[in-house]
């Protein structure tokens, strides 16, 4: 379904990406772990065509994604949602209006089908009846949740989360992690999460992935990372403090 082929990102002088190789199976979730800086946001990036690789290939259910012209990525784009790290929602509309942004911009649905989607999306995110709030009436569970209600309205069927319970507490990050679960099962989505949050990763993983410095060590079962011999790997699932050896390797 997403199929990255010996992909670099260069800013400038700067090699972000150094050789990326991922495949991700149509269905199955697969979380990106790793440092902050190690590029799992400009990966996503590539993906949904906002960035084009220096070299290698991005490729979408088998359509070559930085060949594709902005008409065609738009188009691309229409399945594939995009949940950022931040809500990012618009201050200055009611959840409702937020919520069927899309819908407004894309599609030719009368006002009642709208509030119809509308409401069937909060329904699945479990926030019945807020649709007149705004969002500073929300707390920030409740913005991601939204956040991802708006994601999903046009039924897409690759979703990628940056980061989804960052800044949450630890319970409303388990109802973040139970909610991808439910994406997963309700919507049978192919799905990408970034996070550094192991419980989280833990919850929702089929593969997981480890991303040290622009590319992969090593891609497998959550049991393959949590008992890797690499100490890079190891410092990362354990917590353990920062150190130039580290890096040095194993
Ligand atoms: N537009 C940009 N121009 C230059 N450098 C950037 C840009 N965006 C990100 N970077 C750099 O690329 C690296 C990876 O960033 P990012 O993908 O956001 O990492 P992550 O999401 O893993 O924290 C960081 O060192 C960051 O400073
Ligand atoms: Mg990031």
Redesign the pocket.
Known sequence: MIEIENVRLR?GA?E?LKGVNLHVKKGETLVIL?A???????LLKLIIGLLKPSEGIVRVDGKNISLMTEEELNKERRHMAMVFQYSALFDSMSVGDNVAFGLRMHTNMSEEEIKKVVDEKLHLVGLDGISDLMPANLSGGMKKRVSLARAITLNQDIILYDEPTAGLDPIRSTDISLLIKKMQNELHATSIVVTHDLKSANMVADRMAFLYEGSFLLIGTPGDLYDSSDKRIQQFMNGWPSNDAMKKGV
């Not at 902050?36 to 400009?42: A, E, F, L, N, V």
């Open positions: 800013y700067k972000i790793g902050s800086g190690s590029g799992k946001s400009t």
